[in-house]
């Protein structure tokens, strides 16, 4: 490394060096921008101008990249040697060369695939090699498949020269016939090691070799909180073999999916006896080069393995003949047919070659397998850290009907966030569940809600309990992460409730949060992450100690103070705490599948014993005995590819979520007209002890995420990649700019909307032309609005600013529910919300129990007045916001019909404007009560109906006949 300063760069640029979610970009952004600087000296050399101003710039971009490429294989530190000769030497024509060269094999991905010379002879004269190695490589790519890269890293303290043989070794023992190929990086200290692991996604394995450092001769700068509690004085004081343990636990910790080899020269059968699960193999120092290269490769196949994809890819190419269901199997019903081939010719042949309902010949079921599809799901849960995974191929809908059927039998109390998914209300509805709604703190200048406050959980687990029905609890089901970015602190929220009831069963819908288990910041507010975390937590002596503590110093709370309890963390016993958790996740939402692929992760203690016979019921109950295999392989594929480069992709997700954050609130004209919504907007102070208001800072960039996500642990925080943002000042609704204005004009696809906010989303297909294409959209937009505002008359303008403040000021407040009918409420002390929805729902099918109501003539208003109770039959749900207003067994309360009167939206399900809302009659009401079931109180409401009737015949034939005497006239 070059001895010239590296503390001379931007602030900004500082910024994105020491985090690393801008990495790539700076990386890229700063080759480009020194091959210009290089271009400037060529010519002011060729003039004779005075160099001194661009060459600084140079010297300052060359050493921000040289801090990057330490990190990566290509360019290695050979090259850089050479950049800063051929500056130093004022070979300035050479030295452009050589950086477009590197630039243009950065940019290309040439390197992953030949190895890149460099020198002084190959760069003179030979400006065209890399455009000709792209050519070639487009070329080879299309008759054969090139082989996948990655790179290995070896931490041990070595020379320049000592570097040179490692790398020329490993690549000696390389072979033509290997599956894959790599290049290698080597680091001195630990210290170097974790940046390296953070900064380089191609690293997908390492060796840890005895002899290194602990610290870096580098200022690491944020990179260092990763090694918070590590003293450097104890660390370099520790054995040479202990200290690579300890840097194998910190790597695993941070990238799990990577393979990391130890290679020591103390007792080797000492180190592989003890609990190192870290590392997939341990060395003794004479291992040789080809055994290590062998285990390498072996390593990365086994995550690079596919098994159901690939069985299916066997039996796709195998001759068949099907006298069996599906004749579009093999294509045949569309080769035969005259009208349909555009279809074959649309999807190609592929696709049909693997559409069977075959089980056998090298296949699997789906309900019962025992190969390739068993083998997959494995592969899955270690990819996602589950004990169990379950692929689903109808949605995370049913993966939800799934688990709630398995865990929760009639009767049980489940705890459950009222905005959750509407799947969630079903499976209630299915499991005869007596349900509790929690409701989350609410946002209502967005129209929108946050998550349930612990607090609020905590205070029912402790009525319950002050009630004697902590028993009954089952379940508590929440959402993290929200549609509008709200994560949990979730292994808080499950200490805590383990701590009141030690055997509760968590369902997390992570249905839109499958690609947090790739990254080391969102990883830790994981279900998955979090149960194993609570799990080792409870088996260790220091939580014990920790918890003796507790003990003491809780000795003289009164156990049912509720409201002192509430201002305690509190800890569960870890001899009676079982860690059962459950998540689903829609992995086409955010990840690499089909549409409808979904996966159910569990990490439950209890699995075994008491749901695996359930669950697998309930699994029978609402899969498909036809499931889709295209769905399955992708699911496959999909593990494949976050195992091997999930980390990379998340990654560049967050980066271009927050370059997208960044140019929205710097660019005058739309930090105008539109408004990011951040932590302080949709978060409220009491939920974020950090106190950081955003993790935006103008002068050190996107520095603050980690602080509020894991080293402050806030209650709630935000997903940057989930990007808010307000409309209120455009005076154009959410549903209008997202149809009107993104899709009709411009092409963009969001899909959550709120009354005056719109939601953009990032994933792991994201690229920056994308978040380009969008910013030119909005400026666009922008650019039209203000038009209009020149052009408007003062009359249009007084229009304009009604709306404005209809969609900033006049807002309907978000009603709370307000709670069940005494017919179905089912609490005994009065003081719990749990109500019984399946027979509300079950009622409400029967048109005899039911009445409808027009709320906008005021006619359900006027009967309420009067003092009639008004009870929902059914799920009223409207889009957006998206979660129910009303559920079967619930009160209508006059917030409710306000909020329902100023909602705007075209499209609310469960009512129809026409006929009115649906409740139900007085006397279902009056008789629920003294029935066994919804057919008997269908019998006694219709029998009193035909009473009712009946007497009214009477009473209109004895009119009529009274009548007719009257006509008669008198004798």
């Not at 406050?453 to 319950?464: A, D, G, H, M, N």
């Not at 036809?626 to 399955?632: D, G, K, V």
């Not at 705007?904 to 029935?931: M, Q, T, W």
């Amino acid at each position: 490394m070059s001895d010239l300063p590296v503390g001379k760069t931007s602030a900004a640029e500082y910024a994105a060096l020491n985090l690393y979610h801008r990495i790539s970009y700076l990386r890229s952004d700063t080759w480009i921008r020194l091959s210009r600087l290089i271009g400037r000296l060529s010519e002011k050399q060729a003039v004779g101008s005075d160099t001194a101003s661009t060459l600084a710039d140079t010297r300052t971009a060359m050493a921000t990249l040289e801090n990057i490429e330490d990190y990566t294989a290509f360019p290695s530190k050979e090259d850089f040697r050479l950049l800063w000769r051929l500056l130093e030497d004022q070979e300035y024509n050479l030295l452009a060369r050589a950086v477009n060269r590197i630039a243009r094999a950065l940019s290309s991905d040439v390197y992953r695939n030949r190895q890149i010379q460099l020198s002084r002879g190959q760069i003179d004269g030979e400006e065209k090699e890399i455009e000709q190695e792209v050519l070639e490589l487009h070329l080879d790519s299309t008759m054969t498949q090139t082989r996948p890269y990655f790179e290995l890293l070896v931490v041990d303290d070595l020379s320049a020269k000592e570097e040179a043989v490692i790398r020329s070794s490993f690549r000696s023992v390389q072979r033509s016939e290997d599956e894959f190929v790599y290049d290698v990086i080597v680091v001195p200290s630990f210290q170097d090691a974790v940046t390296a692991v953070l900064i380089n996604p191609n690293i997908q394995a390492c060796i840890l070799r005895s002899g290194f450092r602990y610290k870096s001769k580098r200022e690491l700068g944020l990179f260092q909180r990763y090694l918070e509690g590590m003293n450097p004085t104890d660390m370099e004081n520790v054995t040479s073999t202990d200290l690579s343990v300890i840097l194998g636990r910190v790597l695993a910790e941070l990238r799990p999916e990577l393979d990391l080899y130890l290679i020591t020269n103390m007792a080797v059968e000492t180190y592989a006896a003890q609990d190192n699960e870290s590392f997939r193999r341990i060395f003794y120092r004479e291992t040789d080069y080809v055994e290590r290269h062998l285990n390498i490769i072996r390593g990365i196949n086994r995550r690079f393995e596919t098994p159901f994809f690939s069985a299916l890819k066997r039996y796709s190419r195998q001759p068949m003949g099907v006298f069996h269901a599906m004749p579009i199997s093999r294509a045949k019903s569309l080769m035969c047919s005259h009208w349909i081939r555009d279809m074959l010719e649309f999807y190609g042949l592929n696709i049909f070659m693997a559409e069977t309902s075959a089980t056998s010949g090298g296949l699997d079921s789906l309900l019962q397998p025992t190969g390739p599809l068993k083998k997959a799901q494995e592969m899955a849960a270690r990819a996602f850290g589950a004990r169990n995974t379950y692929f689903v191929t109808n949605g995370t809908s049913t993966a939800n009907k799934i688990v709630v059927q398995a865990l929760v039998n009639p009767g049980d109390i489940v705890l459950v966030d009222r905005d959750c998914h509407k799947s969630h209300h079903y499976g209630m509805v299915l499991a005869g569940a007596e349900v509790a709604y929690l409701d989350a703190y609410p946002l209502h200048q967005y129209s929108m809600y946050g998550g349930v406050p612990l607090k609020e959980i905590k205070r029912l687990l402790l009525q319950y309990k002050a009630d004697g029905r902590l028993h009954k609890v089952k379940m508590l089901l929440l959402t993290n992460c929200t549609f509008d970015g709200i994560v949990y602190d979730v292994e808080r929220v499950m200490e805590e409730c383990l701590a009141i009831k030690p055997d509760l069963v968590f369902l997390w819908d992570e249905a839109w949060f499958a690609f947090a288990a790739f990254n080391p910041v969102y990883r830790t507010r994981t279900a998955m992450y979090c149960a194993r975390k609570l799990r080792r937590k409870f088996r260790g002596e220091e939580y014990r100690n920790h918890y003796a503590a507790y003990l003491e110093q809780t000795r003289a709370l009164d156990p049912d103070d509720i409201d002192a309890w509430l201002g305690v963390r509190m800890m569960p016993d870890p001899d009676q705490a079982r860690v059962r958790t459950y998540a689903t996740h829609s992995t086409h939402k955010t990840l690499t599948a089909l549409r409808q692929g979904s996966m159910i992760h569990i990490y439950d203690q209890d699995f075994r014993q008491k749901v695996e016979a359930p669950f697998h019921e309930a699994y029978m109950t609402h899969t498909s005995t036809s499931p889709n295999y295209q769905i399955l392989a992708s699911l496959d594929l999909g593990r494949r590819q976050v195992e091997l480069e999930g980390y990379e992709l998340v990654n560049k997700q967050v980066e271009t979520a927050l370059v997208l954050r960044e140019q929205i609130k710097n660019q005058p004209l739309l930090s105008k007209y539109f408004d990011i919504l951040g932590t302080e907007a949709l978060i409220p102070e009491e939920h974020r002890p950090s106190g950081i208001k955003s993790f935006y800072d103008p002068e050190a960039g996107w520095c603050r995420m980690e602080d509020a996500w894991i080293y402050e642990r806030d209650e709630f925080v935000v997903d940057p990649t989930r990007v808010t943002m307000f409309l209120g000042k455009t005076g154009v609704d959410g549903d209008t700019f997202k149809n009107e204005y993104l899709m009709n004009k411009y092409g963009i696809q969001i899909n959550k909307t709120s009354r005056n906010s719109v939601l953009f989303m990032t994933n792991i297909g994201t690229s920056r032309s994308s978040i380009a294409y969008l910013i030119e959209g909005l400026l666009g937009i922008a650019r039209e609005l203000e038009w209009q505002r020149e052009e408007n008359s003062a009359a249009e303008n007084k229009i304009l600013q009604r709306r404005i403040k209809s969609l900033t000021h006049d807002l309907p407040p978000l009603p709370d529910f307000s709670r069940f009918h005494p017919a179905f409420h089912r609490s005994v002390s009065g003081s719990t919300p749990e109500g019984d929805i399946r027979t509300a729902y079950f009622m409400g099918q029967n048109d005899s129990l039911c009445e409808h109501l027009r709320i906008d003539n005021g006619e359900m208003q006027r009967q309420m007045k009067e003092g009639r109770v008004m009870v929902s039959t059914t799920f009223v749900i409207p889009y957006p916001p998206g979660f129910p207003i009303l559920v079967p067994g619930q009160v209508i309360s006059d917030e409710i019909l306000t909020f329902m009167l100023a909602l705007d939206v075209k499209e609310i399900h469960g009512y129809r404007p026409v006929l009115g809302l649906s409740v139900f009659s007085e006397n279902a009401l009056r008789e629920v009560k003294n029935a066994e079931s919804v057919s008997e109180i269908t019998e006694i409401v219709e029998e009193e109906q035909h009473k009712k009737d009946k007497n009214l015949k009477q009473k209109h034939k004895s009119k009529s006949s009274t009548a007719d005497a009257a006509k008669q006239p008198d004798d």
